[in-house]
Structure formats: C-alpha cells, structure tokens
C-alpha cells in the first residue's frame, strides 16, 4: 500500500528566505510523486511531478523538488520565498503515471510567508 | 478556455437529506474524478468516471454516488447525511487517463457541504 507523509503541518517562513516543504513516501512499486498547492477558496494547482525521468524536478513559480529513492523522499523547495507563495501544499503519490484516480495525498502543510 | 467549474460553491443540508453536487470538466477532457477535503482526513479519492462508466471507487460507503453524462458533466450524490460528511468537494477532470502521464488533472473551486 501507498503513503505520503508530510512533516510539519505548518511551516513559517520570512519573506525572502528558502522554503523546505518536506514529503516521505511509502510505494511497492517505483513510485508518481506530485506536489500541488491549495490557495485559500480555491482547488488544487500542480506545482511539479516526478515521472521517473530526471530526479531534480522544476514546476511553476520557481518551486523544484527532488527524488531520492535511498531517502524515500520528495521535499520540494524555493530558494526565495515571497508573500504569495502562502497556501497549502499537497505531496501525492500514485503507483501508475497518470493515476489521478488513484492518488494518495498527504496531510498537506501550509506555508506561511511574514515579511 | 473555462477551467473545472463545480456548483453550487456552498450548501447546508440537513442530517439525513440528499446532495447533489455538480462538476462541469473542461472542454474536451472525458475523465472526471471526485475527492473530499474534510478536516483533519486530508484528501481522499471518492470517484473516477471515464466515458459515462464509474471506473474506481475510493473507500466510502455506497451512499456516496454518483454519475456521468454524455457531455462529460458529472453529478455527485450523497444519500442519507451524517455530519461527518461536512467537507469540501473537489472535483477534477484529465484528457482520459488512458493516455498516460502526459495527462494533468485540473481541480475546480469545490463545494463545501455543511451538514447540521
């Protein structure tokens, strides 16, 4: 069986400071991972996902994760965080590449940004 | 281009009524799942339809269902509310998954539920 925990169920930032969201997976077999990004009264966005190609991923809005099989992770970080980067994050994992039906999501963790 | 639009936004019901939430995909996209967001649980996967047909079904009981039409629009139901079933429905449509990972899933707003 799959699983996805996320570490921190809230993380505070300063505004220009780097950003570690972390994420731990649990798959029997190689695993999709996916990070998506929650703002307030809205659906999911994805950030990025990880199809067993390159293993440092680049998404949208300057977000990047990377797969570390030895490590079972999939932290995703920005380098400078800005004030509208504050929302939730999901990391998700799937056992088949375009599994949305059969996504396992983390807790989430919301990211706050203070100037 | 119209994104996932899913009404109504808001709906109270009462303890033992029927919901009906609706989930129109974007133009052209065949797959449409369903998640609920309750708090505390996190997201959990309730539906999957693929060309009219429910093809995966998450962990929930039977009172939750649903279906598709032929212009891809799909209708949630929930039977019988008990107040654990307040949460906020997500619904999402892909290009159908068959395709492959080259596929990405769009959400829309939700509906959150409130069941007293």
């Known amino acids: 069986a799959q699983s996805v925990t996320q570490l921190g169920s809230h993380v505070s930032v300063s505004e220009g400071a780097l950003v570690l969201l972390r994420c731990n997976y649990s798959s029997s077999v190689p695993p999709y991972l996916f990070w998506y990004v929650q703002y307030p009264n809205q659906g999911l966005q994805l950030l990025l996902k990880y199809t067993s190609a390159a293993t440092l991923v680049k998404g949208i809005n300057g977000f990047e ?9 999939f932290h995703l970080t920005k380098p400078s965080a800005h004030m509208s980067d504050a929302a939730e994050y999901f990391c998700a994992v799937s056992e088949t590449p375009g599994g949305y039906n059969k996504l396992i999501f983390g807790a989430g963790t919301r990211l706050a940004v203070h100037p | 281009e119209a994104g996932v639009t899913q009404s ?54 039977p009172r939750f269902s649903g279906r598709q039409f032929p212009n891809y629009s799909s209708e949630l139901n929930v039977n019988a509310l008990e107040l654990e079933d307040s949460a906020l429905y997500l619904c999402a449509s892909s290009l159908a998954e068959r395709l492959g990972f080259n596929t990405e899933a769009f959400f829309g707003q939700g509906t959150r539920l409130t069941v007293v």
């Open chain 1, 65 to 73: 994760a990377e797969f570390k099989k030895s490590e079972t992770s």
């Open chain 2, 8 to 61: 109504p936004t808001h709906l109270i019901k009462t303890r033992g009524q029927q919901a009906t939430l609706r989930c129109s995909p974007i133009s052209g996209h065949t797959s449409v799942y369903w998640y609920q967001q309750a708090l505390g649980l996190g997201l959990q996967f309730l539906l999957w339809y693929d060309e009219g047909e429910e093809r995966n079904r998450g962990n929930f009981p």
